[in-house]
């Protein structure tokens, strides 16, 4: 096989996602957390349905969220314990443009099929369909942002003792850009507003991190790698 | 001067005969200032005796805010020129400013339960300045989480960084939101609007809290500095196990 940029692609490509395929413990995890959040909400909340559509949303993304975190810390660290960042490191590929790949593959394959669950949640706990429309565009969007913070976190915490400690604290205060802006658009469709000026400061955010995010990571990593 | 001060032998033969009447000028600032606050100010006409919150409530979130720019310039310092004490200053300001933003939040809850009728609301001031608090916590956390205490500093310094952002967010979120916490009064464009009466006790009481922090600061540095000379030394003897 010649090796040339588009043929690295594939292979790294392929490498993920078989990667995240045999690991799919993994994204079983996630699914049996988001479940058990979704219903502990009503039996904590009361089954009333007066309480329940005031918080139905939040209860759906926090759901979402809740569960992501845990593996949003953990996009390194297997490729750090068996080598695979060095071998990164020294390919003629840039290490930034590695860790872009990385974030899009654990975004495709790992959060974008968590959108099929919205809507099973969302009839659950009856939110009209007009906002589960807006949230699965928001989930989309607002999830490649999460990616990528979560890519910051993780490298940054390479090496440690106590991954599970630290994480929350680093992602949290970077993702609520992304909440403010996400829970602007709902809001605005529940009062007959229009959405898009929210959506579009929602992307923004998606797209400075897009470009912020890949130089951090690739920074620490090459810190966490001359260790 | 920064680069003949970048010694630590040096920094800590500099500071030596300063550092006490630093300390003492911190006390003394101090000690006018809360005398002046607590008896010698003006009732506010709205809020009666409660605005004397303000005399510590102010200097604890400018030096929160204050400490977390230096910790930042010094990572960039430290990242750039990769001098360890650049980081032993960061690593230093760390737990003074945490204390500085808890207190902060505390002053300011026991202020808003009078005044606003609330402990707290999730007003754009109030949540940046807890957002603030949780930089400084993963700061802390991250900076000794690794096994070798040494091998936190960038990541720690790389966090420090990224955390700069919320800066500014503190500083104007009561001018692009509309907050219940009340707006700038003493750094404006169009002078303080606050009273002269007030004023002073407010300057000597920064003043005091300005000392006060540099004084922490060079003990937490002094105590960090023997900290490392005892790794070095234990090296030396060749115990692996730092």
Redesign the interface.
Known sequence: MKINFKNILIALIEKEFKSYLRSINNFMNIIVFMIAIIILFPLTVGPSEEKLTLVSNAIVWIALIVSIIPTLDKIYISDFKNGWLEQYYYSPLLLEIIILIKCFVFWFFLIIPLTIFIPIFSILLNIPFLIIFWNIIIFAIGSLGFCLIGS?CSS??L????TN??SP??I???A?PIFIFGNGVVEAVKSNYDPLPNLYLLITVCLILLIISPL?SA??IK??LT? | MINYLANPNRFLNFIKPIEFSIGVFSFLFIFIGLYLSLFNSPEDYQQGDTVRIMYIHVPFAWFASFLYLSISIASIFFLIWRHPFADIIARSAAPLGLIFSILTILTGSLWGKPMWGTWWVWDARLTSML?LC??Y??YI??SN????KI??S??AA??AI??MV?LPIIKFSVDWWNTLHQPASIIRFDGPSINQEMLLPLVIMLLGFLFMSIFIILINIKTNLIYKKYQSEILKLGWLDV
Do not use: Q, W
């Open positions: 910051i940054l915490t090496g440690t003792k106590s400690l630290i604290l680093l949290l205060p970077l609520i951090i920074y620490s810190i966490a260790k | 957002i949780i930089f916590f993963a956390g991250i989480a690794f096994p070798r091998d936190g960038k990541p790389i966090l990224v955390g919320n």
